[in-house]
Each structure stands twice: as C-alpha cells, then as structure tokens.
C-alpha cells in the first residue's frame, strides 16, 4: 500500500500517517518490520509510524464524533460513557458502539 502512495504522491507536498496497534507484539522490532517495508518503496513517499501502545480504538473512542460521521447508526450511549484515557476494554467499548450485537457478538464468532 506504501508503495502506491510513493508513485501517486511524488510530486505532492505530502506526507502519509500510519497508525497502528501495537497488540502482543515487541514494539523494536513492529518498527524496524514497518521502517523495512518502507524502505523497499520506490518512491518513498514521506512517511510517519506512530505506534498505539495500549490500544489503537482508544484513539478511535477519543472523537465521538468522528465515530459518529463514520457509524451513524453508533450507540450514543456507549460512546458518550466512554471516559479518555480510562482502563475499560476499549475494543469492546468500540465493538459495542459500532457492531450490530456488539463486543459479545464478536467473541461468540471468535
């Protein structure tokens, strides 16, 4: 996908953002492996990793109201009970903002 961006964006002032989660993985060496694929690109197009430690729907939950224009059929309740920065399950939170039967839903399937 880099890749794509280097060859559209090579005469462009602009830059490509990648967010990730980190999961169980080791933070080291998630970098070099993404810096790697990076370097392979040709063109590079102007690239920064940043990397959620804890859990990327955090950053999700912390704009309802980006949810919201992405979700609109998002569960006010659970998005409006979502404290910042809290320790809650947030891809559950998520899950059950945004998935018809929500997180629970999800684990049945596995």
């Known amino acids: 996908m880099l890749r794509g961006y280097g060859k559209s964006l090579k005469n462009l002032a602009a830059s490509i953002?990648?967010?990730?989660?980190?999961?169980?993985?080791?933070?080291i060496s998630f970098k070099k492996e993404m810096i790697?694929?990076?370097?392979?690109?040709h063109p590079k197009p102007k690239?920064?990793?940043?990397?959620?430690i804890?859990?990327?729907e955090a950053w999700l939950l912390g704009d309802s109201n980006a949810v919201k224009a992405a979700y609109p059929k998002?569960?006010?309740?659970v998005l409006n009970n979502y404290v910042?920065?809290?320790?809650?399950?947030?891809?559950?939170k998520l899950a059950d903002a945004v998935s018809p039967g929500g997180?629970?839903?999800?684990?049945?399937?596995?």
């Open 17 to 27: 953002v990648v967010v990730v989660d980190l999961d169980n993985k080791d933070c």
């Open 36 to 41: 790697d694929i990076l370097k392979a690109c």
């Open 47 to 52: 690239t920064l990793f940043r990397i959620a």
């Open 54 to 56: 804890e859990e990327g």
């Open 74 to 77: 998002a569960a006010e309740q």
């Open 84 to 92: 910042q920065d809290s320790i809650c399950g947030t891809w559950e």
């Open 103 to 110: 997180s629970h839903k999800l684990k049945k399937m596995g």
